[in-house]
């Protein structure tokens, strides 16, 4: 199918949509209406090249290494564009929210509905983050391989941790604050227990790196040398 972005009025319905069938039990397929009628989405001037197809999205690296090879150097027509992962949000509705088997893969009254479509302004776009699949390219685009901890999680999962790097503008952009958060608060390929709350978890470091944003340039800084500067609450961590 020929990449398209939806329209505004194609957003709308398309969150209607997502709001009736979210919290099915069974797999509800996407009307192709909302994918093709001209009313609600157009071709994508620059990408009209592009074919895609609904997907079975393991973790967040799946969705990087099924869009880079399609998209190629052309990234920066895709970037924060709402109808474009939008569209692809409503195309992908089905294969993201349940798996091959047919279970669902989110509680069962279903996920907030920006994890399939975001609007280009208001609420919706300030947590455009945790779309799923907009969410993976955008953590790919800005943080590479470093971020290879993220990536190889499955795709639905949001935990404090991914969600304080993603959610997070200042963090998600930094030099070395992702970095460090992965240093801090993961090993090999799991998450340290208890990294939320209390001296030295990933609210207490945010704070932190408010205070010390004062004096440095934290979120241009390396990880080697925020961890230098961090405050002796810190010092469980850094072996």
Avoid at 99 to 122: H, K, L, M, Q, Y
Avoid at 201 to 217: F, N
Wanted: aromatic share 10%.
């Amino acid at each position: 199918m020929q990449l398209r972005q939806l329209t505004a009025s194609g957003i709308e319905e398309a969150l209607a949509f997502v709001g009736t069938a979210k919290g099915r039990s069974r797999p509800v397929s996407v009307p192709e209406r909302l994918l093709v009628d001209p009313g609600l989405s157009s071709v994508v001037s620059g990408l009209e090249d592009v074919e895609v197809e609904p997907q079975w999205f393991g973790s967040r690296r799946d969705v990087v290494e099924y869009f880079l090879p399609r998209i190629g150097e052309r990234r920066h027509l895709v970037a924060d564009h709402a109808g474009i992962w939008s569209w692809l949000g409503l195309l992908n509705f089905e294969t993201t929210l349940w798996d091959r088997d047919g279970r669902r893969r989110a509680p069962s009254n279903g996920p907030e509905d920006t994890v399939f479509i975001f609007s280009p302004e208001g609420r919706r776009w300030q947590r455009r983050y945790r779309h799923w699949l907009w969410g993976a390219w955008s953590l790919y685009q800005v943080q590479g391989a470093q971020a290879d901890f993220l990536l190889d999680l499955p795709l639905t999962e949001f935990s404090n941790l991914s969600s304080r790097i993603i959610g997070v503008s200042r963090v998600f952009h930094s030099i070395g604050v992702v970095p460090l958060m992965l240093q801090l608060y993961t090993s090999g390929n799991e998450q340290r227990a208890r990294t939320k709350d209390g001296p030295g978890g990933t609210e207490h470091l945010l704070r932190a790196l408010l205070q010390l944003e004062r004096t440095y340039d934290v979120y241009g800084m390396t990880p080697e040398a925020l961890l230098r500067i961090l405050p002796a609450d810190f010092d469980r961590w850094r072996s």
